[in-house]
């Protein structure tokens, strides 16, 4: 229980660098994760929290709720947390593209194109 309190801190604070937080402005989301195993952490979870108005996020069709099954190809639960964090820090001018499951429990593609900030 220690070690998994201890990844999730290490994770957060991986998350909330510098670099991620100024990638998040340019998405326009804030994302609630949880991430098994210690040396390798995979995500298990990744959800919609906040969805800034007028962002890049909101006007490709991302809404809180949304659960996280695929991002950039990468299947979730099972993609490693530093490929997840990689994929959100896609550059200005790029497309992240996601699977999301709605409240409903049907699959959308959605395609962020991330914009400055």
């Given at each position: ?22 990638k ?32 890049p ?51 959308k ?9």
């Amino acid at each position: 229980m220690q070690y998994s309190r201890l990844l999730i801190l290490l994770i957060l604070v991986l998350f909330s660098s510098n670099s991620f937080a100024d990638k998040k402005i340019k998405i326009g989301v804030t994302w609630g994760y949880t991430a098994s195993g210690f040396f390798s952490p995979e995500v298990v979870e990744l959800v919609v929290k906040k969805v800034i108005p007028k962002s890049p996020a909101e006007k490709a069709g991302l809404e809180v709720g949304h659960k996280v099954t695929s991002i950039q190809g990468c299947e979730i639960p099972g993609c490693s947390a530093s490929a997840a964090k990689d994929f959100l820090k896609t550059p200005v001018g790029s497309v992240l593209h996601l699977v999301v499951e709605t409240s409903d429990g049907s699959k959308k593609e959605i395609n962020i194109e991330v914009g400055k900030a």
